[in-house]
């Protein structure tokens, strides 16, 4: 069982950067792949970006590619996402999940944290 915790959300202006982290309970943290997914109001939720479980491996969606970064440390038991250069259609709640392997689909996590509020105005 993997419990996950995300924070750093909060609201900026389009142009700024946030750090979002997702903390992790549980000493299997490690062998675990982790993503970021999003939802907005009104829209399915959708992949951001994935890291393997060593960290050397990561995926990104098209919208978010050379923005943002995602990384662990597996000491840490922490994934992170660094969002550089916001824009407003990033504006959505930002969730982290664990799973086997991976990849771009939510079907493939099997732990999901509670969210954080991502807000980017114009």
């Known amino acids: 069982q993997v419990q996950l915790v995300e924070s750093g959300g909060g609201l900026v202006q389009a142009g700024g950067s946030l750090r979002l982290s997702c903390a992790a309970s549980?000493?299997?943290?490690?062998?675990?792949?982790m993503g970021w997914f999003r939802q907005a109001p009104g829209k399915e939720r959708e992949f951001v970006a994935a890291i393997s479980w060593s960290g050397g491996s990561t995926y990104y969606a098209d919208s978010v590619k050379g923005r943002f970064t995602i990384s662990r440390d597996n000491a840490k038991n922490t994934v992170y996402l660094q969002m550089n250069s916001l824009k407003p259609e990033d504006t959505a709640v930002y969730y982290c999940?664990?799973?086997?392997?991976?990849?771009?689909?939510?079907?493939?996590?099997?732990?999901w944290g509670q969210g954080t509020q991502v807000t980017v105005s114009s």
């Open positions: 999940a664990a799973g086997p392997l991976p990849g771009s689909s939510w079907s493939m996590y099997f732990y």
């Open positions: 549980g000493r299997t943290f490690s062998s675990y792949a």
